[in-house]
Structures are given as C-alpha cells and as structure tokens.
C-alpha cells in the first residue's frame, strides 16, 4: 500500500485524526459513514482481526517500517468489505507529535468505519455471561471494563442508554482494542431497565447487580451456583445503581472489604466478580 508524506498540518484529510470531535466522528445522519479512531498498532490488529473496516492510516515516519503486515491486512479487510484500499499517510516525528501527542497514542492510529449496532436478542443467544454497565460516564472506566470482560470470560456486554460510547477513542485504547472483540448493545431507552432485565431473566440469566445495600450478598457466597448463566451489573462512578435498576434485578452482591474501605471503583470491582462469577 503506497504512503504519502504530508508536510501540512492543515492538510484537511488529517481532521478526522484531530481535530474531529467524537460526535462528529459519529455520523448520525448518516450511520454507514460514522467512524472510530483507533489509536496504537496493538487496537489496530485487534479491530481488523474483528473485521473492522480501515479508511485511512496516520503514521509517525519512524514507526512506517514496521507497519507493512498490517497494511496488507488492512488492505484484505477493505477488499473482503467492498471498500477501496485505505490511504496511509505519514508525517515526520515532530509535526506528528505537535498534531495528535504521539508520545500517548505510539505514532499508529488508523481511522475505521464504525461497527454496525447489535440488538440485544443478537448477543444472549449463546451466551452465558453477560457484564451490563449503567450510565458509567468515564470512558477509561468503560475501556477497562471491557479489558475485563474479555481476559476474564464475559461473552457480552449491554449498555444503558446513557451510558459513555465503548467506540470513543480513549475507551478503545484503554481495553487494547477488546470494544471491538467483545459483542456489546446498547438497551433502548424505553426498555431500560426493567424489560432488558426480564430478557436477560426470559433467556435464562440470573441479573445480579454490585451494590452497596443491606441485603447484599458476598460474591463468594454458597449460594451463587457456580456455572449458572448470569448477567452482573455496575453502575456509574458517582451514585452507583439507580433505583429501579436495583427493583429490577434478582439479588445485589458485594465484595468483602477490608480497613475501612467501602468499595472499589467500577474497573477494579468488575474484575473481581468476573474473575470469582464467571469462572
């Protein structure tokens, strides 16, 4: 795949990796043209292994040696999509770094067409372990979760309506690309929480929520079966669960502190209970 040098850091066809906010990336009016920024050659492989279309790379010059395997697979998922051949585009070190912080984000970032959204009833079919994230509002919190989810057996994720965007390029880089690997819907609005509850329930899952509450139970208590289907739910950093999140769910679980501190936060807590529920 040919490369071309850009001296210009105004040149227009590097917007979309600068100076394009997220919203704008995510193009409402039009969906099919809505695009993810995936920063770093590690995000990159595991988004084009999960079929993730490439639009257009942005290189650190120092970096381009190396990168000739994953522009050829770059080039076959296009191909395999019906899209022409991505753009590569490369700048020197300095002007890269002025333009995006490559310091952070490894002198790699590759722009793609954002992965069509999944039903919910697409991703319990076969699946038994279900992590479900409301209004979490810290998108490194989302990409840690994911981290999680992935390494430590989760096979889907729901999101509340309001909760932050996996997609976003922060929350990708913070799961190393697994947003892309891990199945994930988002619950309409008007069934939140109850009816994406009783769907969990109709397919066999137990919904489980981490929360602080009298009648919690420890998350390695006897009584949680080991090997059951079962949907484990977080909520967002600041108040927790809401209350009809809490009513709409089987039973609340904790995990056991120690020195006086009441929990942890939601990256940490929901490694825990993937690690000690969906063994």
């Known amino acids: 795949m040919p490369a071309e040098r850009l001296e210009d850091l105004g040149d227009a066809r590097l917007d979309v990796f600068a100076r394009l906010t997220e919203r704008q990336l995510r193009n409402v009016l039009e969906p099919e043209r809505s695009l993810v920024i995936a920063e770093s050659r590690t995000v990159v492989e595991v988004a084009l292994a999960q079929g993730v279309v490439p639009?257009?790379?942005?290189?650190?010059?120092?970096?381009?040696?190396?990168?000739?395997?994953?522009f050829e697979s770059a080039a076959e998922v296009a191909a395999a999509a019906g899209e022409r051949e991505p753009d590569v585009f490369v700048l020197p070190h300095e002007a890269a770094e002025r333009l995006t912080g490559y310091k952070v984000t490894r002198g790699f970032l590759c722009a793609m067409?954002?992965?069509?959204?999944?039903?919910?009833?697409?991703?319990?079919?076969?699946?038994?372990?279900?992590?479900?994230?409301?209004?979490?509002?810290?998108?490194?919190?989302?990409?840690?979760?994911?981290?999680?989810?992935?390494?430590?057996?989760?096979?889907?994720?729901?999101?509340?309506?309001?909760?932050?965007?996996?997609?976003?390029?922060?929350?990708?880089?913070?799961?190393?690309?697994?947003?892309?690997?891990?199945?994930?819907?988002?619950?309409?609005?008007?069934?939140?929480?109850?009816?994406?509850?009783?769907?969990?329930?109709?397919?066999?899952?137990?919904?489980?929520?981490?929360?602080?509450?009298?009648?919690?139970?420890?998350?390695?208590?006897?009584?949680?079966?080991?090997?059951?289907?079962?949907a484990l739910v977080f909520g967002c950093e600041g108040y927790g669960l809401t209350a009809a999140a809490l009513e709409a769910s089987d039973r609340c679980v904790v995990i056991p502190m120690s020195n006086g501190v009441d929990s942890l936060n939601v990256a940490a807590s929901s490694a825990v209970a993937f690690w000690q529920l969906f063994r």
């Open 55 to 70: 639009v257009s790379f942005l290189v650190d010059e120092c970096h381009l040696g190396s990168c000739g395997a994953v």
């Open 113 to 230: 067409r954002r992965p069509r959204p999944r039903a919910v009833s697409e991703l319990l079919g076969g699946a038994r372990h279900v992590a479900v994230l409301e209004d979490l509002v810290d998108v490194s919190n989302v990409g840690a979760v994911f981290r999680s989810a992935a390494a430590l057996g989760a096979d889907a994720v729901l999101l509340s309506p309001r909760c932050a965007d996996p997609l976003c390029r922060r929350a990708a880089r913070v799961s190393m690309g697994t947003v892309f690997q891990v199945p994930w819907a988002r619950v309409d609005p008007e069934a939140w929480p109850r009816a994406a509850f009783d769907e969990l329930r109709g397919a066999g899952f137990e919904v489980l929520s981490m929360a602080l509450v009298d009648d919690a139970v420890a998350v390695d208590d006897p009584s949680i079966v080991p090997g059951e289907k079962r």
